[in-house]
């Protein structure tokens, strides 16, 4: 294989639904340029992309696979990236290294919610959009209604190159109104003739040509003048202002697509080689501010989009070379951590197929085996370089269970497999909750949950369970309390002895206390000796106050005190859950000269503020979640219903782009599985984001059943 120069590659990342035929449209791709002799088929289980078992058996993609492949000396890196929403970290990682997306629309379904959501992706990464309409050769295709909802999504960004002829199962050609031809297809492997437009088509021919060339002269001023002049632009002329409009995000050109029958690829693939911009067009942002030139005359570095482990080679790295040629045995730095890496293997991709390299020069894209810590995010550089670029952000999860393993023993080796998971696949997040005591797996939904259990029983033979995870409440109080506790031990030589009088009041955002209380029935002013404010790790914030007068307690117990109360907030005195946003005024107490320890005073105050607690009108808080749906209109209603059974307030509705958009904020113990109801009652048509708002008090019932069954847990145990 030969080495491209940055201005003969292209990078394309190919989205759509599930079932759109993105694999299959790869596969064509591949065998247009020669990869492969033969197409395989996703029923086949013999593409190049979708090539585990997992896909195989399922008929879909879950990984984003990189190919290449050669046409018109050019070389297409292209990214085959999942239809399903759940697997949406592939796709977001292509988007870091393709300049050029293919939306591939199932001409029988039209435009579906994993359409949208791959185009708002693709609108805030910045990559531009061609759309593909796909399966015109099926018997329900629907070419008319296809453009009537990508025209309802997208608004006047849509423009028709192509349209086709006898769409359905007489698919076998297209009118190309850029090309003014019409292209016959007579086999099912791509083999046309270019032919003259037939008559029957010249008065749509035109009429689309004249809207062609309106959208392209809208983009630039002297091709505006001359289309006002002579209300005429050639090819050429149309293709500069096409390219023009599809850098800007504001034109999304329509090409007519059967790839099981190789219609309508090649033309697909000149377009983009002509008109989509090559990686020289595109600047990766760095994290120090400035901006890096995609140049093979520059400084080397390349960029991980992706790592994953594979059967007979390990852990192989995907990258983008960002700048200048990474060559074959090159020492390379990671200006971040300073780690050394050495590139021992340089391989071309498609699919399990790596070819081997010499070179590989600024905008193209390949992989390595064996790095010693580089990962996803990680960009190598020249010694010196001091390149780092911006990493990829990755959307919030979804959806979180606990898990275990069902034999203890096999505690260590899970650990181990989650973390080569969640290393391979960013959006799978793993963490060991230690309030909760439960280690947490979170992901995109309920299938990508199912994949990585079957990966662990599969890949690794360790079986798991997953439950509702224990929620992550916060204890709080609403009023004022003292309360006194005294510890004395005795038992034959050195006793224990501290005892500790405290009040507690809730801190409000803005509110300043005045020390000031009733006290046993007596306005009493306390005098503040020492003041201590934190805030804590698990948000909110804790104030201690020693007010101590007379030496009733020695200033070198304070510490002890502190340490009780620490303790307690750590684990409330209501669930044991954290506690929050509480200020301790310790005003009284006593000492023995000789049986006071530190570990009295610790355990008094925990005492102490346990029961003052109790008493100060406490409230257990919960994590609210603002929550947005995208639903057809049709399951807007049902949407909902099912958020208002949830506890949801609801707090706005509209419309995106030919769907409806509904918002809310929601408690999160009421979330749990809720992508998979979602999904259930729109029949897989709707997609929502979840993320943090604040905390709010329960509801009294609510509080009510989960002090019950924390007590019963509490006697239990």
């Not at 109104?177 to 037939?198: A, Q, S, T, W």
């Not at 997953?466 to 006194?484: D, N």
Request: glycine share 8%; charged share 25%.
């Amino acid at each position: 294989m030969k080495t491209y120069s940055t201005q003969n590659i292209r990078n394309v990342v190919l989205l759509g639904s599930t079932r759109s035929g993105k694999t299959t449209l790869a596969e064509a791709m591949l065998y247009e340029g020669k990869v492969i002799d033969r197409k395989g088929t996703v029923e086949g289980k013999n593409t190049v992309s979708d090539n585990t078992e997992y896909e195989q058996m399922n008929q879909k993609s879950v990984f984003a696979t990189p190919l290449y492949t050669e046409f018109l000396d050019t070389k297409f890196n292209i990214i085959d990236a999942p239809g399903s929403d759940d697997f949406i970290g592939g796709a977001i990682s292509a988007f870091k290294v393709c300049e050029t997306g293919v939306l591939v629309v199932n001409a029988q379904q039209g435009v579906e919610v994993g359409t949208e959501i791959a185009a708002r992706f693709a609108d805030e990464y910045k990559v531009p959009l061609i759309l593909g309409v796909n399966q015109l050769d099926g018997e329900k295709a629907n070419w008319e209604g296809t453009i009537e909802g990508l025209k309802e999504a997208f608004g006047s960004k849509p423009v028709i190159i192509q349209f086709p002829v006898n769409a359905g199962l007489g698919f076998d050609g297209f009118v190309d109104v850029l090309k003014m031809k019409y292209y016959h297809f007579v086999d099912d492997n791509g083999k046309r003739e270019d032919l003259e437009i037939p008559a029957e088509y010249i008065d749509e021919a035109e009429e689309l040509r004249q809207a062609l060339i309106e959208k392209a002269a809208e983009y630039d001023d002297s091709l505006m003048e001359k289309f006002f002049d002579q209300g005429e632009l050639d090819e050429d002329e149309i293709r500069k202002g096409l390219g023009i409009g599809i850098r800007q995000g504001e034109a999304m050109p329509i090409f007519c697509l059967s790839a099981k029958k190789s219609i309508g690829v090649k033309r697909l693939m000149e377009f983009t080689i002509k008109v989509a911009a090559s990686p020289a067009e595109r600047e990766a942002e760095l994290l120090n501010g400035s901006s890096l030139a995609c140049d093979d005359k520059g400084k080397t570095a390349l960029f991980i989009y992706k790592t994953q482990l594979e059967q007979h080679l390990g852990e192989v790295a995907y990258f983008k070379v960002m700048s200048g040629v990474v060559t074959l045995g090159q020492d390379l730095e990671n200006a971040v951590t300073g780690d050394k890496e050495r590139l021992s293997s340089l391989y071309a991709v498609a699919g399990k197929k790596k070819e081997a390299v010499n070179e590989l020069r600024a905008g193209d894209i390949g992989c390595t085996v064996k790095l010693r810590a580089a990962k996803t995010n990680s960009t190598l550089c020249a010694p010196g370089a001091d390149i780092a670029v911006v990493p990829i952000k990755f959307p919030a999860s979804k959806i979180r269970f606990a898990i275990k393993a069902v034999e203890q023993k096999d505690d260590e080796k899970l650990g181990e497999a989650l973390n080569k998971i969640s290393a391979e696949d960013p959006t799978i997040v793993v963490v060991y909750a230690k309030e909760l005591k439960q280690t947490i797996i979170k992901g995109m939904g309920e299938q990508h949950i199912n994949f990585v259990k079957w990966r662990l029983l599969n890949e690794n033979k360790v079986a798991i369970e997953l439950s509702a995870p224990r929620i992550s409440y916060r204890e709080t109080i609403t009023k004022v309390a003292t309360a006194q506790y005294r510890h004395k031990k005795q038992s034959g030589g050195a006793g224990q002895f501290g005892e500790v009088h405290l009040l507690i009041e809730p801190i409000v955002e803005g509110v300043e206390t005045t020390a000031r209380f009733k006290i046993d029935g007596k306005d009493t002013q306390l005098n503040v000796k020492g003041k201590e404010e934190f805030t804590l790790e698990w948000g909110g914030k804790f104030e201690f106050y020693n007010c101590v007068v007379g030496g009733a307690i020695d200033a070198s117990f304070m510490p002890a005190i502190k340490k009780g109360l620490m303790q307690k907030l750590e684990e409330g005195p209501l669930t044991g859950s954290y506690a929050r946003d509480i200020r301790v005024f310790v005003y009284d107490g006593k000492m023995h000269p000789v049986d006071s320890k530190e570990i009295a005073f610790i355990i008094a105050a925990r005492n102490a503020f346990k029961e003052a607690f109790r008493n100060a009108g406490p409230k257990i808080m919960e994590p609210i979640y603002n929550v947005q749906v995208l639903t057809p209109a049709d399951y807007m209603g049902a949407c909902m219903s099912d958020l208002q059974n949830r506890r949801a307030i609801i707090e706005g509705m509209g419309s995106e782009k030919g769907f409806s958009v509904l918002k809310a904020r929601v408690p999160l113990a009421e979330l749990y599985k809720y992508s998979t109801t979602l999904s259930s009652l729109t029949s897989g048509s709707a997609t929502f984001t979840m993320e943090f708002a604040d905390y709010q008090p329960v509801p009294g019932d609510v509080q009510e059943k989960l002090l019950k069954a924390y007590q019963d847990e509490d006697s239990d145990e």
